[in-house]
């Protein structure tokens, strides 16, 4: 007989039988006190405009943000080194950031570059934390880990090296955690219930990637027994792939449709100081050698992942607005929401805190 046995974090019983932990007992599962070390969205690009500076937080830390006159953006802890005046107060100087204060200056690495009323002195070695930013898809990206990013920002596997068009949508805001709303998508339970798919017809398989990156697949014909099911039938007659690929239990991908046309969606989602999710949603489609299908066509495949994008949404918001989460009773349709847990416990934490020490 076999022995009761932790995989991951979730415990398996001899019956085969799986019980969730509660909040407290995970490493990172809806925790709010840490997040995985990965890539998180900061801020959206249009935000920040050449020269200026400006606060932001996440994670705990207070940072200032600025981008450079030759357009670079850079991120530093917010608090000068030299008497902890804000450095958002500063201005951005060429490629670096000037402290209100006293205006000791900084470069994007946090070194400091300038004490003006020292001069004539040798330089004092002074430097702040420096964080690492990229800008992608119409966000700045930020690296929360100590160490260097292991990485690139995520992107659907398919669209991986190839040409791309995206539309980035609105800001929104959901009332739990991040992980529950990236669960929401593999699901199977709910396709049915909420969305009113006909008949079962998910079988979401998990296939771990990376220590940071596992997929969702399930190809399959919709059944066309209700309005749902005909109109997806009419699109796709044909066997219909969605496949869903997840980051930090916060960044996921949706592929949805048949190999000659996928609609591409991601969700960048992030936690909120309150605990709740603070997200962007971006459509994006490939780029055709045909520059008339880039310029008509490819704004409807957009448009269409973002209606199909805010179908899904609009049911699920009712779920996000009043959850509680809390899951106690897994069942075997949880399968898939389990593997996303158990992969998830195996990540990193890194600490959200209160302080920039
Ligand atoms: S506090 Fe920033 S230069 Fe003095
Ligand atoms: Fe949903």
Redesign the pocket.
Known sequence: MQANSVVGRIFVSRSGQHKALTREQYNLFTRTDCVAIGWYWLMPSHALRRNKVIPASIAGRELAVFRTSSGEVAALDAY??????H?AE?KVDGEQLR??????CFDGNGNCTD?PCQKAKAPRVVSTRAWVVRERYGLIWIWLGDEAPAEDIPIHPELNGKSYQYSLGNFFIKNCHPNVVMINAIDEQHFHTVHNLPGDVLNMEPRRLTSSHIQFKNTGIVPATNVIGKLIAKFYARELTYKLDYWYGSTGTVTLGPDFMHLYLMFALRLSASGNTEGYAIAFTRKSSNALVNLLINPLLILLTKLAGLYFAQGDTRIFNTIKFDFKTPIAADHAVLAFIQHLEKQTPFECSSSNA
Do not use: D, E, Y
């Not at 402290?99 to 000791?104: G, R």
């Open positions: 000068c080194p030299h008497m902890g005046a450095l500063g402290c209100f204060f006293h205006n000791w004490i």
